[in-house]
């Protein structure tokens, strides 16, 4: 069963903790919803969790970037990361302050946020927030620090550019969305060696505000770390910042597609569709529908992490209007044949309702995805916050609630709405003759 991907791409600065209290089968705890200073705090709360994770979510994403600044919200997340902080073990950077305790920290950028997640012991988790606290009131843009974050992102931007899912996700976001949300997530090799500290400092000040912030907890809230995550929203700038209005080109009767060469083993193929977002009643729909398309075509698995499988997609709900990117695997699976039927598949769920045991399958499908995507606290703190940003009072549980509730008909009406134009992004291997 595959897990639920979300199209979030890490900067990669460290690894992830991968235990902690999870899920089961029956759902997830009972999410609270506290303010902080104005601020909405999702609360997850396990008293027995040896791990805690805190995920802060800032309104700093590719949505307030342009071609020129393309890369900031990543290449400021880095400079962050390398700020000197002072804790019980002294000074040092953010990252090795946090990682000295055993703990992790990490970040990405999606379409609306920067996001920045904790996941330590529950009794050094207050410490931990603190020392993100120090980094927040006095980040560190100097040339200095700067240069080195600047290396650090453009090598982290080479590996990306011979993932094939990454590329071709990239693609098909280039190709629907307008301005910023089209972006590649950790910018370009132009952009980046253009940015100064004076570009970064203004960003920081422009974006890093309270309002439109929002902060998700998993595991053992404290009074300590409440006062820290308090602390922690202080340090943001007072006000709000303009919304912003999400463009998107619009999918053709005839399918567009996009091609670009890599050096990859083989090809891939993206088919991209517009989606609800996970505000929208029809998300969980969507869900299911989403678990036919991958599950009912793929033929072949693999427990290779880095060897994509047959089929699979990206769920993209970190922006608004969201999509669905569903990517097909040229080595495991015929592309053609790949292609042609997930576009029949898709074209026969708007035909018809799923007979009974259909939608019972993937239903469970679609629910053991969703669990699966939430092992641990760092995967629930990330989904909990990106789920919260709706308004809804428990909305992991709602989602669950929701799919319970799908019926043939919802899937019909909504393949109907969805999956009738698409877009196709093709990533071919590059051959020794070709250019970059």
């Known amino acids: 069963m595959k897990r639920l991907h979300t199209g979030l791409l890490f900067l990669g600065l460290t690894a992830a903790a991968t235990n902690g209290a999870s899920a089961t089968s029956s759902g997830y705890p009972a999410t609270q919803v506290q303010q902080i200073q104005g601020i909405p705090l999702s609360i997850e709360v ?8 805190v995920d802060v979510f800032i309104p700093a994403g590719l949505e307030r970037e342009t071609v020129a600044t393309s890369g900031i919200s990543a290449l400021l ?19 090795d ?17 920067s996001r920045i997640s904790l996941v330590a012991r529950s009794d050094q988790m207050p410490l931990l927030v603190d020392d993100l606290y120090h980094a927040l009131a006095n980040p560190d843009f100097s040339a200095k620090n700067l240069a080195m974050a600047r290396k650090g992102l453009l090598s982290r931007l ?22 910023g949300n089209g972006l590649p997530a950790l910018g370009s090799v132009p952009s980046i060696m253009r940015l100064r500290t004076a570009d970064l400092s203004g960003f920081f000040a422009q974006t890093y505000v309270q309002g439109g ?19 922690l929203v202080g340090s943001l700038r007072p ?18 597609r996009v091609v670009a060469r890599r050096k990859i083993g083989n090809p891939l193929i993206v088919v991209g569709f517009p989606a609800p977002s996970p505000e929208n009643r029809d998300f969980a729909t969507m869900l299911v529908i989403n678990a036919v398309l991958t599950e009912g075509i ?9 060897v994509p499988e047959s089929i699979g997609s990206s769920y993209l709900y970190d922006i608004a209007p969201a999509s669905l990117a569903v990517y097909i695997n040229g080595g495991r699976l015929d592309p053609n044949f790949g292609v042609n039927q997930l576009i029949n ?92």
């Open 46 to 53: 396990d008293p027995n969790a040896e791990l805690t994770a």
């Open 77 to 95: 997340l880095r400079c962050l990361f390398q700020t000197p902080v002072t804790g019980v073990s002294g000074t040092s950077s953010l990252k």
């Open 97 to 113: 302050a946090v990682e000295s305790f055993g703990a992790s920290i990490d970040a990405d950028v999606t379409g609306q946020w």
């Open 158 to 179: 080479g590996e990306t550019a011979s993932e094939p899912v990454t590329v071709g996700v990239e693609m098909f976001r280039r190709a629907y969305y307008v301005g």
């Open 213 to 231: 912030a929002h902060v998700s907890l998993v595991g053992l809230q404290t009074p300590a770390l409440r006062d820290s995550v308090k602390r």
């Open 239 to 256: 006000g709000s910042l303009p919304a912003v209005t999400i463009q998107t080109r619009p999918f053709e009767e005839k399918p567009m």
């Open 298 to 306: 793929a033929t072949e698995r693999t427990t290779e992490s880095d």
């Open 345 to 436: 598949v898709a074209s026969s769920l708007g035909d018809r309702e799923l007979n009974a045991e259909a939608l019972t399958k993937f239903k469970a499908v679609a629910r053991g995805s969703l669990l699966m995507s939430t092992l641990n606290a760092g995967e629930r703190a990330s989904l909990l916050g990106l789920f919260a940003q709706g308004g809804a009072n428990d909305p992991l549980n709602g989602v669950l609630s929701s799919l319970d509730a799908v019926s043939g008909a919802d899937v019909q009406r909504v393949a109907k709405q969805y999956l009738k134009n698409y877009t196709v992004a093709l990533v071919l291997p590059q051959n020794e003759t070709d250019g970059k």
